[in-house]
């Protein structure tokens, strides 16, 4: 039924999201506790996305991601 159908697709929803937020928790856990890392990714975001730029949708330059790709 209809019902069945929004009730399961809100349960997915709701499972993923919960999910994705422990594992970006854990990832942010992970890179504080290892301070070269985080600068590793922390310098790769910055130079691909600089500051006062709004560029962020820009998924071009997403590939060249290759630090942040091997933490997720």
Do not use: Q
């Not at 937020?21 to 922390?42: G, H, K, S, Y």
């Amino acid at each position: 039924t209809k019902e069945s159908a929004i009730s399961d697709g809100m349960l997915a929803i709701n499972a993923g999201a919960d999910t994705t937020a422990r594992v970006i928790t854990f990832l942010i856990f992970l890179l504080l506790d290892n301070p070269t890392w985080l600068e590793r990714v922390r310098a790769e975001v910055d130079a691909a996305f600089p500051a006062g730029e709004e560029n962020a949708l820009d998924t071009s330059k997403y590939a060249s991601l290759t630090h942040l790709e091997a933490c997720m």
